[in-house]
């Protein structure tokens, strides 16, 4: 069974940076387009960042373009989101999710999805 595990995230002050990281097990990176998500309280939950499997497209939230970069390392069965320039409306708890098909910007196109990871910047 495919599981996927976020972690990087913490309490930083605006405009500081922080790295997330997503590994997944019981299966390979490479069979998966990947995406990070994010919801803050009372909010619906919003698309970050998405890469296909090979890395050859990637598509970004308009609110985090120029100040997020997502990655992924199919050799270490890992992906990234660098993100830099935070702001308190980032502050959110962040998951990563596979899907078995392709890159989407919709929630419902992931088959998995992992426990999230929360970022706090702070003003």
């Known amino acids: 069974q495919v599981q996927l595990v976020e972690s990087g995230g913490g309490l930083v002050q605006a405009g500081g940076s922080l790295r997330l990281s997503c590994v997944l097990s019981?299966?390979?990176?490479?069979?998966?387009?990947m995406g990070w998500f994010r919801q803050a309280p009372g909010k619906e939950r919003e698309f970050v960042a998405g890469?296909?499997?090979?890395?050859?497209?990637?598509a970004y939230g308009d609110s985090v373009k120029g100040r997020f970069t997502i990655s992924r390392d199919n050799t270490k069965n890992t992906m990234y989101l660098q993100m830099t320039s935070l702001k308190p409306d980032d502050t959110a708890v962040y998951y990563c999710?596979?899907?078995?098909?392709?890159?989407?910007?919709?929630?419902?196109?992931?088959?998995?999805w992992g426990q999230g990871t929360q970022v706090t910047a702070s003003s």
């Open positions: 019981g299966g390979f990176l490479e069979n998966y387009a």
């Open positions: 890469i296909s499997w090979n890395g050859g497209r990637i």
């Open positions: 999710a596979a899907a078995a098909t392709t890159l989407t910007r919709l929630p419902s196109g992931y088959d998995y």
